[in-house]
């Protein structure tokens, strides 16, 4: 995680304080974050993965069920 830039970390929406992309993430008092939370970096990273890996490594579409 460390070796990321930081305009890939902001890239992503933060699913922790709501942060839109391209915006720092906050602290519960408002203020900002010296650094993006956790979920975010992964989100990141899951998302720069995703642009790597061709079509045919990346598995079933998420919408699809599984029946048992």
């Known amino acids: 995680m ?3 830039a930081p305009r890939l970390l902001l ?3 933060c699913p922790t304080c709501g942060a839109a992309s391209g915006r720092r993430c906050l602290l519960h ?3 900002l974050r ?3 939370h ?3 970096k992964l989100c990141a990273i899951e998302a720069a993965e995703g642009k790597e890996r061709p079509a045919s490594e990346a598995g079933p579409p ?3 069920t599984i029946s048992r």
């Open 2 to 4: 460390a070796d990321m």
């Open 11 to 13: 890239a992503v929406p």
């Open 29 to 31: 008092s408002g203020r």
């Open 34 to 36: 010296n650094e993006p």
């Open 38 to 40: 956790v979920d975010r």
């Open 62 to 64: 998420h919408d699809q």
